[in-house]
């Protein structure tokens, strides 16, 4: 919950810790208006808070397993942090290419068997780090792959090269701990990496394009329309999106704001059709999310719909018990503020 919401009298669902790792306060204490004050003080954007409302609502249960996310987690990171001449002469990373490949069949199958229902789980994890980034880009990018129904093996390099997407950044040559040439220059290096350790033409383009904008406008190449991969803007979109979600946690930027101006790029900087596929396949508004109406009240998202991203069905809690919205048929309602994911 971003702080601005939270209230003396709610109970924290994690602990606070700063910047540098320093517990501020533990998990399960009470919030009191001196609490939140010093929070916001040492500049605190977002707590974690218990919601005894959310009894009753069923929260979405993951889009793949935790071992499968584990797998491509621990892979990733292995590579990720290896140093550079490690990376591009050890045995090691040819290990790690293979079992990420071997795993990317597993997220295919399992996603694919989600379909159905897909707006309704929990595909996105909140990004930490470029392991969680990676991760999330991975799986959104072939929810809509399936959504367009891709054959397995573009799937495949769909998923390879979503995860690998920004595997250049671990080459970048240092100098005194600076990137030694721009930091966009990231998916050049990521490009011949791949390519060194012979992955297909098509993941490698993948992690060159993934900067690449419809008009042009984009990075390093300024390649414009078809002269991108269709799976170089599939990642594209994915890669904005998560990027996006994880600076409004920083800054407070509400989500229908993110999708306004992705709704308003299109054509400009994403692919129209390839845009749309992506909305109808993300769930904006992952279900148990606390929202706030344009009433003032807040309440929890319970369903989703591929039609209406921006208007799902809403639980608004009072003293005397609760009611279900359909915002979709509900025109003089909105969402204007999301507090908790």
């Known amino acids: 919950m971003r702080i601005e919401y939270a209230r003396a009298g709610m109970v924290l669902d994690r602990d606070v810790v700063d910047e540098n790792g320093n517990?501020?306060?533990?998990?399960?204490?009470?919030?009191?208006?001196?609490?939140?004050?010093?929070?916001?003080?040492?500049g605190i954007n977002a707590i974690a808070i218990k919601f005894p409302e959310l009894i009753g609502i069923d929260l979405p249960p993951p889009a793949i397993s935790p071992e499968v996310r584990m797998e491509l987690s621990l892979c990733f990171r292995a590579?990720?942090?290896?140093?550079?001449?490690?990376?591009l002469t050890s045995k090691l990373q040819t290990m790690y290419f293979n079992q990420i490949t071997k795993a990317s069949d597993s997220v295919?199958?399992?996603l694919e068997k989600n379909m159905p229902r897909i707006l309704n789980i929990r595909l996105r994890e909140l990004t930490e780090d470029e392991t969680s980034h990676a991760v999330n880009v991975c799986l959104l990018s072939l929810v809509t792959g399936l959504y367009l129904k891709l054959p397995r093996p573009a799937l495949k390099e769909l998923a390879l090269g979503a995860l690998l997407h920004d595997l250049g950044k671990s080459v970048i040559p240092q100098?005194?701990?600076?990137p030694l040439n721009s930091p966009n220059m990231h998916t050049l290096y990521g490009r011949d990496l791949l390519l060194k350790h012979q992955l297909s033409s098509t993941i490698a383009r993948i992690a060159a394009e993934h900067?690449?904008?419809h008009d042009g406008s984009g990075y390093p190449l300024g390649l414009s329309k078809k002269a991108t991969h269709p799976?170089?803007?599939i990642v594209a979109i994915a890669n904005y999106y998560d990027n996006a979600l994880t600076q409004a946690q920083l800054d407070g930027t509400p989500l229908q704001d993110i999708i306004e101006t992705m709704l308003a790029s299109s054509d400009i900087l994403f692919d129209n059709n390839t845009l749309r596929a992506f909305l109808h396949t993300t769930p904006i508004y992952p279900l148990g999310s606390m929202v706030v109406l344009n009433t003032g009240q807040t309440a929890y998202v319970t369903e989703n719909r591929?039609?209406?991203?921006?208007?799902?069905?809403?639980r608004v809690f009072s003293k005397t018990g609760y009611e279900d919205i359909?915002?979709?048929?509900q025109p003089n309602l909105t969402i204007i503020d999301n507090v908790e994911e």
Not at 175 to 178: G, I, P, Q
Not at 326 to 329: E, I, K, T, V
């Open 175 to 178: 100098v005194d701990s600076k």
């Open 211 to 213: 900067h690449e904008f």
């Open 306 to 314: 591929s039609r209406y991203p921006l208007r799902p069905l809403v």
């Open 231 to 233: 799976l170089s803007r």
């Open 23 to 42: 517990l501020l306060l533990e998990k399960g204490i009470t919030l009191t208006e001196i609490y939140l004050s010093r929070l916001k003080r040492l």
């Open 326 to 329: 359909d915002l979709a048929h």
């Open 108 to 110: 295919i199958s399992e």
């Open 79 to 87: 590579l990720f942090t290896m140093t550079t001449e490690c990376i």
